[in-house]
């Protein structure tokens, strides 16, 4: 799993971004708003990063921030939206927006955003109430740094072969904030 890069921006042709660690050239998809905070090329930036695993491609999606990443997995978890119409959708509404309008269930906001008819909008608000931080529920899912390391820890967990069902449960008594190497020793030890 590929969390984090931080380099040279070498292009930025939206959506598409090259970031070059150390020699190697990263492309990466990012939404608008965090194509807009990126400096010039040539200059040093870094992106949260998800890779998403196709039959047919391996696609790299670049973040600016943990939030924005966080709310990405959230939305490819509902049913109909792929990789793609979530970074459409973090285009159209910053995390915050696509809380509040969550939270609000405010449908006719949700369905500005591109390929996200009425159904689908219903769905989102239904599968992500209370699951997103902001729209005034600061005890979402990205209330704390600290969630993101355990999160962290399962994403390495996966990409070391197991499931998901596994490693949250392998996860479950590691307290929060938990340094993620730290994490991933105690959460194999509670594999035992």
Do not use: W
Not at 5 to 20: A, S, T, W, Y
Not at 107 to 119: S, Y
Not at 121 to 127: D, N
Not at 136 to 156: H, V
């Amino acid at each position: 799993m590929i969390s984090r890069l931080r380099g040279i921006l070498l292009e930025k042709n939206p959506p598409v971004v090259v970031l070059d660690v150390h020699g190697v050239g990263y492309e990466a998809q990012v939404s608008m708003q965090t194509f807009y905070t990126l400096p010039a090329v040539g200059e040093e930036t870094a992106l949260y990063t998800q890779l998403v695993v196709r039959e047919d491609a391996h696609l790299l999606f670049g973040f600016g921030t943990r939030e924005e990443r966080e709310t990405f997995r959230a939305l490819v978890k509902v049913s109909g939206i792929g990789a793609k119409s979530a970074l459409g959708i973090l285009s159209a509404l910053s995390s915050d927006e696509l809380a509040t309008a969550i939270a609000n269930e405010d449908i006719k906001r949700l369905t500005a955003a591109p390929g996200i008819g009425k159904k689908t909008a219903e769905r989102m608000v239904l599968e992500l109430r209370g699951k997103l931080a902001g729209g005034g529920d600061a005890a979402g899912l990205f209330a704390s740094e600290a969630a993101g390391n355990n999160e962290d820890i399962i994403n390495t967990l996966l990409a070391l072969g197991y499931t998901d069902k596994e490693a949250r449960t392998a996860c479950k008594d590691i307290p929060a904030g938990t340094e993620i190497s730290e994490g991933v020793r105690l959460a194999l030890k509670n594999m035992l």
